[in-house]
Structures are given as C-alpha cells and as structure tokens.
C-alpha cells in the first residue's frame, strides 16, 4: 500500500529534477559557448582593427578550412566518441585506447592531407598571402583534430561540465597567445601561430581534465574490430558533420573564392553575429545527444516531441534582440566599413530561428543511433545552399550568400523533423505489433 501512493509522486518528482538538470547543463553549456564567441568576437575585432577587412578574411580561411579538412580525415569521431563512451555495454578498457588511437590517426592524416592540397588552396584561397602562408596552414590541420576529438570525449565521459568549458577554453586561449605575438609579428603568419599554440594549449588542458577522471587508467590493447564500429558510425554521422560545416561555411568559401577576402571579412561579421542565435539549439544538442544514447528510444521520441516546439520558441526569442540592435552594433563595434554587414545579418537571422529545432532532433537521431539519417537530413540543406549560392552569389555578392544559407536552414529543419516524424511512426507501429502479438 505504501509503495502504491508513493509512486504516483515519484514519477513527477524525476521529471522535475530532470527538468532541472537539463537546464542547468544547457545554461551551462550555453556560458561556455558564450565565452567561447566573446573570445572570438574580441580576436576578430583585433584583427580588424589592425588589418581590416582582408586580414579578418585570412582569419576566417585559415580557421575554417584547416577545420574542414580535420573534420574529413578523423571520419566523424568527435560525433562518435560520445556515443561509445556513454553506452554501459561497451567494454571501457578497450573503447578508450581505440579513440585515442583514431585520433592520432585522423591527426595525421589531416596534416599529411592538407599538404597534399596546398597547391589548389593556394590558386583559390591563399594567393595574396603567399605559398609560405598555405603550407604553414598544415599545422592547424593537425593540431586542430586532437581540441575537436577532446571535447567529444569530456562530453562522453560524463562530464558535461568540462565539455561545455572546454568550449570556452579553445577560444579563449588564443587571445593572450595572440597578444604576445603581436609585440614585434602581423600578419596572416602570426594568426596561424597563434591558433596552432592555442589549439595545444588547449588540447593540454583537456588531456590534463581527462586525466584527471581517470580516462587514461587501466587501458587495454586497442581493438582493430571494435575500431571499425567506431569508424562505421562515425562516418554514417560524418556525413551530417561535413554537410553542416559546408552549410555554414560554404557561403564563405564560395565568397572568397569570387569577391575576395575584402568582401569575405563583411560577410564574417555578419554570420558570427547572427550564429548567437545557434546557442540554446547547440546547447541542447550537446546535452541530449549523451542522455538519448543512454535511454531507451521511446523515452528519447517523448522527450525530443515535447521539447520541439520550446525549442523553436527559444530560438525566435533570440534572434528578435539581435534584429534590433544590429545596425547599430556591427558599425560602432568593427568600424564604418563593417556597416555593409548589416543587411546580410537581418537575413540570416530570418533563416537561423529554426536551428533550435534542427540541433535538437539531430541529437535524438545520434542518440538513438541513426546517425545516417540525420545526415541525409542535413543533405537537403546542403544541396539548397549550394545551389542557391551558385546563382545568388556572384551577382549579389554578401547578401546572396546570406538568402543561400538562410533558405537552407530552413530546408534543413523541415528535412530532419521528417525524418523525426518517420523514425518515431516506425517506434509506434513497433509497438502496435507487439501488442497485436501478446494478445
């Protein structure tokens, strides 16, 4: 009789402290990202004021394109780590050594792999700054893989509070680096330095917060075997992570590419600011996608259905103060230059409402291990920009990337609430046809 009346209280009870936890983690989670573009908004102002537009479109290249290529060669492991990690029926001793082994594997190949195309980075991307430049952009391409695995496996680990920090670390490290660099160095060369010290910096201090939760302790042998899973699920997800990196970044590639780093540094400006929209869908998603691997799917399909419509409301609730003060905020903060930025972040902003929506249903599909169809999701988005980028762009210029990349949001959302909407159908015909059975 007592267990009977205290059940009932029990389950509201667990909803609330859930409900509590999840906030408290995607704040969390959120901070650590503010930090994160705090940092990175001040050492864009930096390198502004110091050389302009051009120099910011340097700051952008070589950021983003060693980042794109480390995302190929590690195949999706930062997306993957956090699930194999999180699963109680994995054997630890060996999943941990395998990811380390995989890292230092995609490492390598991201270094080797970026040499390899220096010749075509350098006629597309890096001819105004030199040759020296291009090749001297390999090392980020190297150092770059062990900051993003390292902060999937904080997230898999069970430590979602040094994940979320870790955040904030990669960015912040670079300022006071590049403080000192710029006491006798400009330049494209010193931006490079200061990212690849930042990125071991960075890495150092995720190893010593790994270390720490005894990640390293009691290793085995590395599984061949267990590799490939790894491997075979990273790369289903990888799929996703590339298409999301192009998405976001292909307007800018593409931008640079035809109107030059001039007219790239304005656009820059334009995204980072409108991206503060991203936040409490990145937030959530880095939250949920651990809990959903740990849950069963029908726990994660209900969780995931209530939190839709909360999440889109977040997102719009963001994105309308950054509507009001951008025209003022972008000229006062980056110069009178930057005042052409303002049109394309009214844009953006219209089309990144949406991603509190996409990051959480991207993290149910990790989660319940779907990791392909989340990716072919996020292929419609990609396609959409492509093609809308490839018309708009060269007439255009800013603005056209910004309607681009804002229609693929979009399209990218509709396309992953589909897929929501046919994994969970497929959840409750399941569960019809067990019933059917038992009775």
Same mark, same amino acid.
């Given at each position: 009789?007592? *267990?009977? @009346?205290?059940?009932?209280?029990?389950?509201?009870?667990?909803?609330?402290?859930?409900?509590?936890?999840?906030?408290?983690?995607?704040?969390?989670?959120?901070?650590?990202?503010?930090?994160? &573009?705090?940092? !990175?908004?001040?050492?864009?102002?930096?390198?502004? =004021?110091?050389?302009?537009?051009k120099l910011v479109g340097a700051f952008t290249l070589v950021r983003i394109?060693?980042?794109?290529?480390?995302?190929?060669?590690?195949?999706?492991?930062?997306?993957?780590? /956090?699930?194999?990690?999180?699963?109680?029926?994995?054997?630890?001793?060996?999943?941990?050594?395998?990811?380390?082994?995989?890292? +230092?594997?995609?490492?390598?190949?991201?270094?080797? *792999?970026?040499?390899?195309?220096? /010749?075509?980075?350098?006629?597309?991307?890096?001819?105004?700054?030199?040759?020296?430049?291009?090749?001297?952009?390999?090392?980020?391409?190297?150092?770059?893989?062990? +900051?993003?695995?390292?902060?999937? #496996?904080?997230?898999?680990?069970?430590?979602?509070?040094?994940?979320?920090l870790a955040i904030a670390v990669e960015e912040f490290v670079f300022l006071?680096?590049?403080?000192?660099?710029?006491?006798?160095?400009?330049?494209?060369?010193?931006?490079?330095?200061?990212?690849?010290?930042?990125?071991?910096?960075?890495?150092a201090w995720i190893a010593r917060r790994l270390a720490r939760r005894g990640?390293?302790?009691?290793?085995? =042998? /590395?599984? %061949?075997?267990?590799?490939? %899973? $790894?491997?075979?699920?990273?790369?289903?997800?990888?799929?996703?992570?590339?298409?999301? #990196?192009?998405? &976001? %970044?292909?307007?800018?590639?593409?931008?640079?590419?035809?109107?030059?780093?001039?007219?790239?540094?304005?656009?820059?400006?334009?995204?980072?600011?409108?991206? &503060?929209?991203?936040?409490?869908?990145?937030?959530?998603?880095?939250?949920?996608?651990?809990?959903?691997?740990?849950?069963?799917?029908?726990?994660?399909?209900?969780?995931?259905? %209530? &939190? $839709?419509?909360?999440?889109?409301?977040?997102?719009?609730?963001?994105?309308?103060?950054?509507?009001? $003060?951008?025209?003022?905020?972008?000229?006062?903060?980056?110069?009178?230059?930057?005042?052409?930025?303002?049109?394309?972040?009214? $844009? @953006?902003?219209?089309?990144? +409402?949406?991603?509190?929506?996409?990051? !959480?249903?991207?993290?149910?599909?990790?989660?319940?291990?779907? /990791?392909?169809?989340?990716?072919?999701?996020?292929?419609?988005?990609?396609?959409?920009?492509?093609?809308?980028?490839?018309?708009?762009?060269?007439?255009?210029?800013?603005?056209?990337?910004?309607?681009?990349?804002?229609?693929?949001?979009?399209?990218?959302?509709?396309?992953?609430?589909?897929?929501? @909407?046919?994994?969970?159908? @497929?959840?409750?015909?399941?569960?019809?046809?067990?019933?059917?059975?038992?009775?």
């Open positions: 009789m007592t *267990g009977t @009346r205290e059940s009932p209280a029990a389950a509201p009870d667990d909803a609330g402290r859930l409900r509590r936890r999840l906030l408290a983690l995607v704040a969390g989670n959120m901070a650590g990202r503010v930090g994160a &573009l705090a940092s !990175l908004g001040i050492a864009t102002i930096m390198v502004a =004021r110091i050389g302009g537009p394109l060693p980042g794109l290529l480390c995302q190929l060669s590690n195949g999706g492991l930062p997306g993957a780590a /956090p699930y194999f990690l999180a699963r109680g029926e994995e054997d630890q001793s060996v999943v941990r050594p395998t990811l380390a082994w995989l890292t +230092v594997a995609g490492a390598v190949a991201g270094g080797a *792999g970026w040499l390899a195309l220096s /010749p075509l980075m350098y006629v597309v991307f890096f001819k105004s700054f030199g040759i020296w430049v291009t090749l001297a952009a390999a090392v980020p391409s190297f150092t770059q893989g062990f +900051v993003s695995v390292g902060k999937g #496996l904080l997230q898999g680990t069970d430590d979602p509070h040094g994940a979320s006071p680096i590049y403080l000192v660099i710029l006491t006798g160095w400009y330049g494209p060369g010193a931006l490079i330095t200061g990212l690849v010290l930042a990125d071991v910096a960075a890495a990640f390293f302790a009691g290793w085995g =042998r /590395p599984d %061949r075997r267990l590799g490939l %899973r $790894i491997t075979g699920y990273g790369f289903r997800g990888y799929a996703g992570q590339l298409i999301d #990196l192009l998405q &976001l %970044r292909f307007d800018m590639a593409l931008l640079g590419a035809l109107a030059g780093p001039k007219v790239l540094g304005v656009y820059t400006v334009a995204s980072k600011f409108a991206e &503060l929209v991203q936040l409490p869908g990145l937030a959530v998603n880095y939250v949920l996608y651990p809990d959903f691997a740990k849950e069963d799917r029908a726990t994660a399909t209900r969780r995931t259905a %209530r &939190l $839709i419509l909360p999440a889109l409301a977040v997102s719009a609730a963001a994105a309308l103060p950054l509507a009001l $003060i951008a025209g003022t905020a972008l000229p006062w903060v980056f110069g009178d230059v930057f005042g052409d930025a303002v049109v394309p972040t009214y $844009i @953006r902003l219209a089309g990144v +409402v949406t991603f509190g929506v996409t990051g !959480l249903v991207m993290a149910y599909l990790y989660g319940v291990g779907r /990791p392909g169809a989340a990716s072919a999701g996020q292929g419609i988005g990609l396609a959409v920009v492509v093609v809308a980028g490839a018309l708009l762009i060269p007439a255009h210029g800013a603005t056209g990337a910004a309607i681009a990349t804002s229609v693929s949001f979009v399209a990218t959302t509709a396309a992953l609430l589909a897929w929501f @909407r046919h994994v969970r159908d @497929r959840e409750d015909g399941t569960d019809s046809r067990h019933v059917n059975d038992k009775g």
